[in-house]
């Protein structure tokens, strides 16, 4: 079965910094995309950033970049998410997320695996 475990995310305040890691199992780790997608309560699903494992190739939401960076470790089957200068507008469920290509961060393609989500709470 795939699996995309992300940990417990957090409260930190306007600022700060939070690291996501994702644990990915049942399917070929090199072959996929791996990254995140957010969903703050009445707003729309958003992609925030992915990684090409067969390329090394990063994608980041103009929301995000600057501040966020995406990195694996293929010997772990691993993804992190490590998240800067943390707004409240970034308050939101992020959901670890798979697919054959990074094409779901920027369209309204669904990834093909999501995890269950993590809440990210970045308080003023």
């Known amino acids: 079965d795939v699996q995309l475990q992300a940990s417990v995310g957090g409260l930190v305040q306007a600022g700060g910094s939070l690291r996501l890691p994702c644990a990915a199992s049942?399917?070929?780790?090199?072959?996929?995309?791996i990254g995140w997608f957010r969903q703050a309560p009445g707003k729309e699903r958003e992609g925030v950033s992915c990684i090409s494992e067969s390329d090394g190739s990063t994608y980041y939401a103009d929301s995000v970049k600057g501040r966020f960076t995406i990195s694996s470790d293929n010997a772990k089957n691993t993804v992190y998410l490590r998240m800067n200068f943390l707004k409240p507008d970034d308050t939101a469920v992020y959901y670890c997320a798979a697919a054959k290509t990074c094409v779901w961060v920027a369209t309204v393609t669904l990834p093909d695996y999501w995890g269950q989500g993590t809440l990210v709470t970045v308080s003023s």
């Open positions: 049942g399917f070929t780790f090199e072959d996929h995309a």
